[in-house]
């Protein structure tokens, strides 16, 4: 977002202590999951093979054998206490995505709805319109803005509220790149901007202001950072206007990005890096917050200079430096789609981020409130924007401020269902790729419980 918006990895878990009904309803879910497993386990049926890995198969008939010959493919009743403790330790070998199936298969449909929801609220700390909305509505994640972040110990008493009145988990962001980009500056003085840190020539300065983003969030309770921006900007556009830009080539974008990621990761924040498919061409005097913005490169210079830093940090040899998220945004590029917006654009969502660049991460929109969301000239409501985006191959809608605004959304998309305009699959496949993201960084727990909620 703009700095013109309303003013194995060892990350933060939800907060501990007495939930209302969050870690008491995960338990039971995975309990009933793994119940599951072990049913289609024991059937041995064809259903059991696309849950399990090849490998988990030969765990548990070698079990089942116990060292001798094989005598089948099958499981045989009662289970021993060995095979027990297998199922119980199948997470350890489970791909996340097909675990996260299992928590959204037992949601419902309004849960499964609000999970991919990212909601902002007006008020200056926690309010009734944001518990209904995390609470009622089941909100996967919030975002907070500067005039939500005022002392340590507020911020970080409403942040861990947020957490116990979660059904699951949330996800909590802030856009926090440094200069004006700078939601903490109540708490902590104001940190280098994106231009700073390739002015420095310095990697280990990037690295440096990457620990302290991730210190500096995690202390308030926040776990996730719409950062670092990997637009690819001149001077005198946009982004580099704003002094958000790490570089005016991919190489000095990846140069950068690459440390100051990786040191946010490993220091437990979520990074997004945004604004797919790049906001580096756009003029210095738009905004998409307030006008409909257009980026005329060519076909060649899309694919050459603004989707590279974003190809290269998906495949990026280590970890830590992979996006754990990517922000779309509302910018129109003629050469490549002359009729939707990037974030609405089933070209760049899916065909290009997801089948060509092989991102099968979480995508999160740009605030579907701003103006920039337009077709045809025509700004959409909400409900619309929402629809759309999902359809298109994002996970997560950033953009409620409230609880009729999410209705609205909520009630768009089951309309869509309904008429059969959006695919059941495509939502269950983004709450999954939500619900996998919190598993990953251990927001959510990846292994069975060891006793009785």
Do not use: C
């Not at 209904?132 to 942040?159: C, P, S, W």
């Not at 280590?318 to 990037?342: A, F, H, N, R, W």
């Not at 969301?373 to 409900?383: P, R, T």
């Amino acid at each position: 977002m703009s700095a013109n918006a309303v003013n194995p990895l060892p990350l933060q878990s939800a907060p501990t202590g007495k939930r209302r009904n969050g870690r008491k309803r995960i338990k039971p879910l995975l309990a009933v999951g793994l119940v599951l497993i072990a049913l289609l386990v024991i059937a041995g049926g064809i259903l059991g093979q696309r849950f399990l890995p090849a490998h988990i198969a030969g765990i548990v008939n070698s079990s089942a054998n116990n060292g001798k010959a094989n005598s089948g493919s099958f499981v045989t009743p009662p289970l021993s206490s060995q095979q027990i403790d297998n199922l119980r330790h199948l997470t350890d070998h489970m791909k996340e995505q097909q675990l996260a199936y299992l928590y959204v298969s037992r949601m419902s449909l309004d849960e499964e709805i609000g999970q991919i929801m990212m909601v902002e609220y007006s008020e200056d700390s926690y309010s009734p319109s944001l518990d209904t909305m995390i609470h009622d509505l089941h909100a996967g994640g919030v975002i907070m803005y500067q005039r939500q972040i005022n002392t340590l110990e507020q911020t970080k008493a409403d942040t861990t509220h947020m957490q116990q009145r979660a059904l699951t988990p949330l996800l909590i962001s802030a856009d926090e790149e440094g200069w004006n980009v700078h939601r903490l500056t109540n708490i902590y003085p104001p940190r280098l901007s994106a231009k700073d840190i390739h002015d420095s020539n310095s990697t280990t300065v990037a690295a440096n202001e990457g620990t302290k983003v991730a210190h500096d969030l995690l202390s308030v309770g926040i776990n996730t950072n719409f950062a670092p921006d990997v637009d690819v900007s001149t001077d005198d556009g946009y982004i580099g206007y704003d002094a958000r830009s790490f570089g005016s080539t991919p190489d000095d974008v990846i140069k950068y990005v690459g440390p100051y990621t990786k040191a946010m990761q490993t220091g437990g924040v979520i990074a997004t890096m945004k604004h797919f498919p790049g906001l580096g061409g756009a003029p210095k005097s738009t905004d998409p917050h307030a006008v409909f913005v257009t980026v005329n490169h060519t076909k060649d210079q899309v694919y050459k200079i603004d989707l590279a830093p974003f190809q290269h940090f998906i495949h990026a040899n280590d970890k830590m430096e992979q996006p754990g998220i990517i922000m779309s945004t509302d910018v129109l590029v003629p050469s490549i789609d002359p009729t939707y917006i990037s974030e609405l654009s089933p070209t760049f969502m899916t065909q290009i981020l997801r089948k060509e660049m092989g991102y099968q991460g979480v995508a999160v929109t740009d605030a579907l409130t701003m103006l920039g969301v337009q077709v045809n000239g025509q700004h959409l409501d909400l409900g619309t924007a929402g629809v759309m985006a999902l359809k298109a191959g994002n996970d997560l809608l950033l953009g409620p401020g409230d609880p009729a605004s999410m209705r609205s959304m909520v009630d768009a998309i089951k309309t869509a269902l309904n008429n059969g305009t959006l695919s059941k699959s495509r939502l269950d496949e983004a709450a999954s790729r939500v619900i996998a993201l919190k598993m990953q960084r251990h927001l959510l727990p990846d292994t069975p419980p060891s006793s009785n909620p």
